[in-house]
Structures are given as C-alpha cells and as structure tokens.
C-alpha cells in the first residue's frame, strides 16, 4: 500500500469519527431532557420548507416513502442495489445524511444490525419510523427465534400492505397539510400491492405441487414461502453472517437429489458461491439442477429500472420462481402485464 493510500484511509476513519461524534453530540443535548420532552420532540409536525429531507436505510422502504410522499418528500436512501444490509457498516456521508434529515425510516428487526446503535441515537433527536416493528408478524414466523425475528418482511406482498399503512400515517403525523394526498397514494398504492399479491398467488401455485420448492442462499424467503405456497430451503441462516455448513449443504443436496429438484436460485445481494456447492454436489450424485435465476433479497434492482421499485423486485421474483419451477400460468411480461394503462 502507497503512502497516499494509507493517508486517504486515515482520512476517510477520521471524518467517519468526526461525523459521528457531532451526531453522538446533537443527541447528546436531547439525552439530558426530560422523558416527556423526548416524547415531544418525537410527535412535533413539520414547520420547514418542502420537501421533506427523508433519510431511510433499504430500498423496499424507501420506495413506500418515494411513492406515498411524492413531491412532498425528498428521500436519501443509503443501502442502494446489490448491497447486503446484514453486513453494511455506516460511512460518515451516511452520517451525514442522518444528521441533515427531518426524518429518518428503517426496516428494523435487526436487519440493519451494524447500524443499530447510531440509528437508536438518531431517533432521540428527530422522529424516526421502525417499519417492521410495526407490523403484525405471523407468529409461526416471527417466533421461530425470539432473539432475531425474521426481518424479511417484504416478501410476502399482503404483509408489506400493512407497511404502506405505517409509512403513509407517519408522513401524516408529522407533515398534517398534505396529510389528504398521502391517504390518496396509500390507496392507489395499497389496491396495487393485492393485485400483485392476487397475481403471486396464481402464478406460484400453477407450479406442479411436487415442484414448490424454493432453494435459496439464504433465509431470506420464509414470508414468501408462506404467502404463496412454497417449501423454503437455504443454504444460509436469516442473516448472511451466519456461515454455511458442510453438513447443511449435503442436506440440500440429499433434499434435490431425493425429490429430483430442478433449479435453484441466487440472490442480488449475495455471493453465489453456496449454490454452485449445492449445483456440484448434486451433479456428482447424477442430478442435473439449474440455476432459476438471480432473485432479490436484502436489495431492489438498480434505481431508475423496474425492478429498482418494490412492485417490479416482488414481479420479478414471483415470475423468475414460476417460471423456472414449471409453472403453467405465467404471462410473457409477468405482473407488468396485467397492469392497468395510465388514465384507465
């Protein structure tokens, strides 16, 4: 390593400190109030010019706040496409970004759990939105370990309406003049997401019954399994730390090579190496099993493609699994297809 590299590294650690000790300060000032003064702090309405400056951690929580707040609000999103939330560590812009926004929404669950303790002090200074903790989980789900509920929350398209309730009642809260436009977008919004709930339903279970099941990297998929009728596997655990076991991969390839498993599939987010171990095992046991296709996990697309939006990712994955498990009811262009024209 050069001398210059070493001195861009120092840098770059100092300004991380330096950022986040003036948020460790700014809290610091709301930590010596009373807790009521806290709690006013937390329900005070918006008195600033538009828009709303919106700090939010994932894509699939952004894009509720994007679609509900329109115009109104200006979302600084911080996990972009690809990115792992389970292992992402916070840069000073993120720091800076929280610091400069009137409002700051999360997941939550743990799924950005080397944020948590910067988020936690965020939300002593400014109202903060835990989406997920919000929500009504499914207790066969959310309990299976009561140490790390299943953050996963997005995949099952009638749960993430729930979100769309949460997200628009806190932009109401805290911003009460376009209070009206919001309740009108969740409306739009919220009629969408069960017509894409409705499409998952009847595409997935066209797949033959032997075929419903998923085989994924990690754990990401037990919402999406539930809703729609799938048999979940991973080679991974709930969060991508968790390390995969020789043992569980020779499970897996017991699993594929038993019930003649035709694909498996990769995920956006994470590296694909467990899968093509699962692949190899498999085909020297004299099964041939694909690979179905790339899904999105912890991450939408890229911004500014259709599957960069929260309908086009859960599109995209419910046809991608269809598709590649045998399904008989899929339309050439998926969900996207059934969509009303503009206007109608």
């Avoid at 300060?25 to 329900?43: K, N, R, T, Y």
């Avoid at 299943?150 to 009638?158: A, C, E, I, L």
């Avoid at 969408?192 to 797949?207: A, E, K, M, P, Q």
Wanted: aromatic share 6%.
């Amino acid at each position: 390593m050069t001398k210059a590299s070493s001195l861009r590294i120092v840098r770059r650690r100092w300004l991380l400190l330096s950022a986040f000790g003036m948020l460790l300060s700014a809290v610091g000032c709301i930590g010596s109030q009373s807790p009521s003064e806290v709690v006013d702090a937390q329900q005070r309405t918006y008195q600033g010019s538009y828009p709303i400056r919106a700090t939010v951690t994932v894509g699939m929580v952004a894009d509720l706040v994007r679609v509900i707040g329109g115009e109104h609000v200006k979302v600084t999103q911080l996990m972009g496409s690809g990115v792992d939330p389970h292992l992402y560590k916070p840069s000073s812009d993120d720091v800076r970004a929280i610091l400069g926004s009137d409002i700051v929404l999360t997941n939550g669950l743990m799924l950005e759990g080397k944020m948590a303790e910067l988020l936690e002090r965020s939300a002593q200074s400014r109202p903060t939105c835990v989406v997920g903790s919000r929500l009504k989980l499914p207790a066969d789900i959310a309990g299976a370990d009561p140490h790390h509920p299943d953050p996963h929350v997005w995949m099952d398209v009638s749960l993430w309406q729930q979100a769309v309730g949460v997200v628009g009642q806190f932009l109401q809260d805290f911003d009460p003049p376009h209070a009206q436009e919001y309740a009108a977008r969740m409306s739009e919004l919220s009629q969408r997401l069960d017509r894409l709930h409705n499409y998952g339903r009847t595409v997935i279970g066209s797949i033959p019954e032997p075929q419903r099941v998923l085989i994924t990297s990690h754990d990401a998929f037990r919402y999406f399994g539930k809703a729609y009728g799938l048999e979940v596997q991973a080679v991974q655990g709930i969060s991508t730390e968790s390390e995969a076991g020789l043992q569980r991969i020779n499970e897996l390839v017991d699993l594929i090579v038993t019930r003649k498993i035709k694909a498996a599939f990769v995920e956006s987010s994470v590296p694909q190496k467990s899968i093509e171990a699962l692949l190899e095992g498999a085909r020297q046991r004299g099964q041939t099993i694909e690979i179905g296709g790339e899904l999105f996990s912890d991450a939408m697309g890229p911004e500014g493609t259709y599957e960069g939006t929260y309908v086009g990712m859960m599109d995209h994955n419910l046809t991608t699994v269809a598709v590649a498990l045998g399904a008989s009811q899929v339309p050439d262009d998926g969900f996207k297809s059934l969509e009303p024209a503009k206007g109608d």
